[in-house]
């Protein structure tokens, strides 16, 4: 009897410390209909949610934390619909996550760190953007899985195009997303290795690392001769195996493990990077990337993963 009593409270000690922790993102303070959404959604899946942290304001941004067990992966896209409906960003903290083990922030490129997806704004210049964004689309949605043949598919439709053009897209359409540059402050003087990692180009990425200041950049070598693009890429393409290789790279590079790690990025080919990080960020993404990630930030900045390292 006394053994299966002590069973017993192995076992719930064990399953509260199991507990999600559940953050609430928002640019208002969190609504208090919002908490009352989510108990009543809790009650009735027979989820278990208390209030661990009320309503705060941190910079630019309000959150709040409720502490939820026996939480299902269907759940959780119903509590992230919930958020929605209060303007509000969800995102779920594995019992495992650390904020102070955290050791190196890696990112994608095109429409996570930035604005645009580059390689469409480039052939937008040849009066192509259609066409190659339509096979961009269709890849980061998860549609083409070979995301080494897209790309080749798409740079080839940009041969003959002055590489002027690079420089124009840069000057003319790129722009850091909201809270891309005090995220990268931020990261920096935490002391991260800070990893931008894309299927991109060397052109912009490089530009991204004197700008931002990344320790390390990783992407595609455009072909360019006679000062125009040949419609080939350089070398192997970095696409969603090499981006977690790189990653892990990284890690292994500083003597940690993935877990101290933070992963963000929008499309399918990110999802190799997101997987198994301490913390994956979904930023404005793709409904596959969302389902899998920790966090998923539509409403609210980059910047706002700074309220999950405190």
Avoid at 29 to 35: D, F, I, K, N, R
Avoid at 111 to 123: F, W
Avoid at 250 to 258: D, E, Q, R
Wanted: aromatic letters at 6%.
């Amino acid at each position: 009897m006394k053994a299966q009593l002590s069973l017993t409270l192995y076992d719930l000690t064990m399953t509260k410390l199991e507990s999600t922790t559940l953050v609430a993102i928002s640019k208002e303070p969190v609504s208090q209909a919002l908490g009352t959404a989510l108990k009543d959604f809790s009650s009735k899946q027979g989820i278990e949610i208390t209030n661990k942290q009320p309503n705060q304001a941190n910079g630019s941004y309000f959150s709040e934390r409720w502490s939820i067990q026996n939480l299902s992966e269907g759940s959780r896209t119903a509590l992230r619909n919930i958020a929605a409906e209060h303007d509000t960003d969800l995102v779920f903290l594995s019992p495992s996550f650390n904020p102070e083990a955290i050791r190196v922030l890696a990112m994608d490129m095109d429409s996570t760190l930035i604005n645009i997806e580059c390689i469409d704004e480039i052939a937008d210049f040849a009066g192509k953007k259609s066409d190659v964004a339509k096979i961009t689309e269709a890849t980061m949605r998860g549609e083409i899985k070979d995301f080494k043949e897209s790309l080749r598919k798409r740079v080839a439709l940009l041969e003959g195009i002055s590489v002027d053009v690079l420089e124009s897209v840069y000057q003319e359409r790129l722009r850091p997303n909201p809270g891309a540059t005090e995220l990268l402050a931020a990261a920096h003087q935490r002391g991260l290795h800070t990893l931008l990692v894309s299927g991109g180009f060397t052109f912009f990425t490089d530009k991204l690392r004197e700008e931002l200041g990344f320790t390390q950049t990783q992407s595609n070598t455009l072909e360019i001769v006679d000062h125009k693009l040949t419609g080939r890429v350089l070398g192997h393409i970095v696409d969603g195996a090499a981006k977690a290789a790189y990653l892990e790279q990284a890690c292994a590079s500083l003597g940690v493990s993935k877990v101290q790690a933070i992963a963000m990025g929008d499309g399918a080919n990110d999802l190799l990077m997101m997987h198994g990080a301490g913390l994956s960020v979904a930023y404005q993404a793709k409904p596959v990337v969302k389902e899998k990630a920790d966090a998923a930030f539509d409403r609210v900045g980059l910047d706002a993963a700074l309220l999950l390292l405190d």
